[in-house]
C-alpha cells in the first residue's frame, strides 16, 4: 500500500503560478501511475494529468485538454514525491485537487481506475 499526502494549494491570482506536492509513503512512487484530478464545489472529479510507472515508457505523461501546456506533471524518486506545477492559472482551474495512485496506467483518466487517494488540497484562483 501506499499512502499519499498533498500540499501547496493556495490562493493565487489569475495569471500566477502554484506547485502541488504529493508526498508518498508505504512504496516508491515511481512504481505507480500517478494522477491528479480535481474537484470544483458541485461538479464531478475531473482529470487533470497522469505520470506513468518508470517501467511504462520511461514513465510518459498525460494531460486534460484544458491544462496542456500549462500544466506539468513529474516525479522526484529521492524524494518519493509527485508535483503539479501549475502555470497561467486562471479562475475555473479552482478546485480541491487530488493526487491518486495506482498499480495500472490504462484507463489513467478515470478516477476508478486509482486505489490510493490523498486528502486534497484547496487551489483558489482569484480573476
Known amino acids: 500500500q501506499v499512502q499519499l499526502v498533498e500540499s501547496g494549494g493556495g490562493l493565487v491570482q489569475a495569471g500566477g503560478s502554484l506547485r502541488l506536492s504529493c508526498a508518498a509513503s508505504g512504496r516508491t512512487v515511481s512504481s505507480y501511475a500517478m494522477g491528479w484530478f480535481r474537484q470544483a464545489p458541485g461538479k464531478e472529479r475531473e482529470f487533470v494529468a497522469a505520470?506513468?510507472?518508470?517501467?511504462?515508457?520511461?514513465?510518459?505523461?498525460s494531460y486534460a485538454d484544458s491544462v496542456k501546456g500549462r500544466f506539468t506533471i513529474f516525479r522526484d524518486n529521492a524524494k518519493n514525491t509527485v508535483y503539479l506545477q501549475m502555470n497561467s492559472l486562471k479562475p475555473e482551474n479552482t478546485a480541491v485537487y487530488y493526487c491518486?495512485?495506482?498499480?495500472?496506467?490504462?484507463?489513467?483518466?478515470?478516477?476508478?481506475?486509482?486505489?490510493?487517494w490523498g486528502q486534497g488540497t484547496q487551489v483558489t484562483v482569484s480573476s
Open positions: 491518486a495512485a495506482s498499480e495500472y496506467y490504462s484507463n489513467y483518466d478515470q478516477a476508478r481506475t486509482y486505489d490510493y
Open positions: 505520470l506513468a510507472p518508470i517501467s511504462w515508457s520511461g514513465g510518459r505523461t
